[in-house]
């Protein structure tokens, strides 16, 4: 691979997927971050951005913090189920099926491959990639507000919350402001983005911390980096490969899926 590595915005050089193509071929560990919005095509609404995200017109602070679920633990609860149960009507679209073969593609030549997401809708895993650091949570799953009891619940309306372990309240196992992520997946995700060479970016607007750090991570490390989204984000101008546009539609013509 040539040793020349420009922004996409540079007029001598070839189109972005290509010269995206160009980098990935040469990639050995690869570190994919995606966020809501390889799920939008879905049908799954991001979370920003004016007139389409689903937390326009939303008082985050009480449905996404654990100060919002002390005040109103049943509607907070019904919120989470009813979000749960739309789960159950989705699917991956070609973006997740895409990277879910890139991952066999790369496990087969011998390289490695992780993909950490922010979301928590599990479409990773339904199209087939293996291992996936959910760094926000899981939908879901549930999970004991005191005791460590945690289930797979599926995409379900529960009606009774209390721990079949301890009595207390149940809550969904997903990350609210204010909280620390999962330990052991924050771990590996900063490992496998510490020693990734190449970076996939793909639909989040990274303004959340500490995920949006594994970006910096990356890049701090040496990795060549691609994004993948309609709009630029604030990393937007450190990115090797800027690809505009959707990634059901840019995944699988970059990844050569389709
Ligand atoms: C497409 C597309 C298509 C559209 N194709 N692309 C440092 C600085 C400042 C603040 C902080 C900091 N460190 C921590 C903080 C506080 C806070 C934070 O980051 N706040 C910022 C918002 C200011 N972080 C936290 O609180 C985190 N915890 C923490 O830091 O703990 C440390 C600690 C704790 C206690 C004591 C001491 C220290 C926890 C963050 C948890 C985030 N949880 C949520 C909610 C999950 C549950 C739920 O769903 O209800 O996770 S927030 C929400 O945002 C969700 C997402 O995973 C996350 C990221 O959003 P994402 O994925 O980027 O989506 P969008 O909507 O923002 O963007 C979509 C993108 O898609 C856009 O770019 C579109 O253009 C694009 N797109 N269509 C491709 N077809």
Redesign the pocket.
Known sequence: MTDKVKNSFDASYPQPVEWARELLSGAKNVFVFT????S??SGIP????AGK?FWDGLRVAD??TPQGFARNPEGVWDWYCRRRVQLGSVRPNP?HEALAQLQRRIAGSGGSFTLAT???DGLHQTAGTENVLEL?GS?LAVRCSDCSYAETVGPVALDSPACPECGSRLRPD????????PQDTWRAAEQAASECDLLLV??????????AGLIETALAGGARSIE????P?GFSGLMNVSIRG???EVLPQLLGYR
């Open positions: 966020g809501a919005g390889i939008a095509e991001t979370y920003r951005g995200g449905w996404a973006g922010q979301n928590i926000h939908l997903v990350v609210w402001f204010g909280e620390m992520l793909v639909g989040t607007s990274a303004v959340v911390y500490p995920a993948v989204n309609p709009e984000n959707k990634s059901g």
